[in-house]
């Protein structure tokens, strides 16, 4: 009996790990850092970037970068209509480029997608 109850501690435990949310986002810019606006969609599908799965990026300066701190997922369906699949958006963002990706800290979506970007898919 006490081995079944040590076997549940511990697969309770690893459950409870799994479910901890790693998103390192802040509600609001720093306001002592700067804040860039930015296109951001699906770094395989609008983007151009390498890859097998669908991951967030964004277009600073004309290069794109994999996106750290947030995820796809979080924005809705990434396959929809409107999706960072199909559509480019802007964001504004906070973060830095290291070892060629992007640490957001602050994400914002500040726009409706791109007509002309979703009528290219029609």
């Given at each position: ?19 901890q ?63 960072f699949?199909n ?36």
């Open positions: 009996m006490k081995n079944i109850f040590i076997l549940f501690s511990c697969c309770l435990l690893g459950l409870t790990s799994f479910s949310n790693n998103s390192i986002l802040k509600s609001k810019p720093d306001l002592s850092k700067k804040t860039d606006t930015v296109e951001t969609a699906c770094g395989e599908c609008r983007l151009g970037l390498p890859g097998k799965s669908c991951d967030l990026a964004v277009r600073i300066n004309g290069k794109a970068y994999f996106v750290d701190g947030t995820s796809i997922d979080e924005y809705g369906n990434a396959h929809a209509k409107d999706g699949c559509a480019i958006r802007k964001a504004t963002v906070q973060g830095e480029i290291v070892d060629n990706r992007f640490k957001v800290t602050y994400f914002k979506l500040i726009d409706k997608p791109q007509t002309e970007e979703i009528k290219k898919l029609e």
